[in-house]
């Protein structure tokens, strides 16, 4: 039976990517071949999943030890590997350097040391981001400047680096998602459009001041629904090509002020604006926009979820919460 394995599965777009495998398991023909694969998630030692999942097995690896996880990829042999794990954020990783680079480096080097080990070469999809490329005043593609602005970043174009040499020199299918702006239920609110979800829930639940505290709000970033992101990367596992990076992102500039516009419009009470200037990011970069012709060509994908929906979602989400 065919192995898909997940690491970083705990976190947000890991159990999205589980819902989306999960419900390919449960839609899978009876008796087709090879039967329904079974789902590994991987998470950290001492942690809970934001989403068991019903058909997920659960195993805890530390990435930051070799052995472990060589011992785990002998034990389970994936046929498809999703690289979430990692250290996600932008703004924090000026003051989290060390562990930003022991997560998104030497984790990733640990996943394809074990696969050299025991002569695995399952499919490995790695996840880049769009803060490895130089700025520009127009819609990024992959061919653009490679010039990250921050530890996050750099981390992120080293793991590229491994996993090249891994599809270069030893034949291991890596590929390479260069994921912008995603948003959507379970996020953390460390990230923008989380951080004001929840904060209007606080505000409509009485826990705060009507006012959104804000950093700021005329930087434009490529956003997408988080929804749209796990199916991208199920569309590159399928089809894209080794080594070859792709943008994974909708294409579509928005104003962080549009964005808390529109989650402003969809709030319950009325709401004003507070700058807060603890919020503001060293280096941040004014336009963040991608260009996914390349994904679309190679894989058919593209993104369908209005971001409309996407707010409606996560301030839902937060009332849960906060509730």
């Known amino acids: 039976m065919p192995c898909v394995l997940v ?3 705990a976190g947000f777009v890991g159990s999205h990517l589980l819902e989306l495998l999960e419900e390919e398991v449960r839609l899978k023909p009876a008796g087709a071949p090879d039967g329904a694969p079974r789902i590994i998630g991987w998470l950290r030692p001492n942690t809970e999943p934001l989403l068991t999942g019903s058909r997920v097995i659960w195993h805890a ?5 070799r052995d472990a996880v060589a011992d785990a990829l002998g034990a389970f042999k ?4 999703y690289h979430l794990a990692g250290v996600p954020h932008v703004g924090e990783s000026w003051g989290h350097v060390h562990e930003t680079f022991a997560g998104n480096v030497l984790g990733t080097h640990h996943l394809f040391g074990g696969l050299r080990r025991h002569n695995l070469k399952p ?14 005043d127009r819609a990024i593609t992959e061919d653009d400047t490679i010039r990250p602005n921050s530890p996050y970043g750099t981390s992120k174009i080293a793991q590229e680096m491994i996993a090249r040499r891994a599809w270069e020199d030893d034949g291991i299918p890596a590929l390479i998602a260069r994921s912008f702006n995603h948003v959507g239920p379970r996020q953390t609110p460390s990230f923008v459009a989380s ?3 929840k904060q209007i829930a606080e505000i409509e639940a009485g826990q705060k001041p009507p006012a959104l505290s804000m ?4 930087s434009q970033r490529d956003i997408m ?3 749209d992101t796990v199916r991208a990367y199920r569309s590159m596992m399928a089809s894209a090509k080794p080594g070859v990076p792709y ?3 909708s294409g579509n500039p928005i104003t962080i002020r549009t964005l808390v516009d529109l989650m402003r419009a969809n709030a319950r009470v009325p709401i004003t604006i507070a700058q807060d200037p603890s919020r503001l990011r060293p280096n941040d970069t004014p336009l963040v926009l991608g260009d996914h012709s390349r994904l679309t060509r190679d894989t058919g994908w593209s993104p369908q979820i209005p971001l409309e929906q996407t707010v409606e979602d996560l301030l839902s989400y937060w009332r849960r919460q906060i509730a």
Not at 61 to 65: A, I, K, M, R, T
Not at 78 to 81: F, S, T, Y
Not at 215 to 218: A, I, K, R, Y
Request: net charge negative; proline share 5%.
């Open 247 to 249: 943008n994974v992102c």
């Open 7 to 9: 690491t970083g599965a």
């Open 78 to 81: 994936p046929a498809e590997i």
């Open 195 to 197: 951080n004001i979800a």
């Open 61 to 65: 690896v530390e990435l930051h030890d």
């Open 215 to 218: 950093g700021n709000l005329d």
């Open 225 to 227: 629904d988080v929804r």
């Open 123 to 136: 499919r490995v999809l790695i996840t880049s981001t769009a803060f490895v490329y130089a700025p520009l």
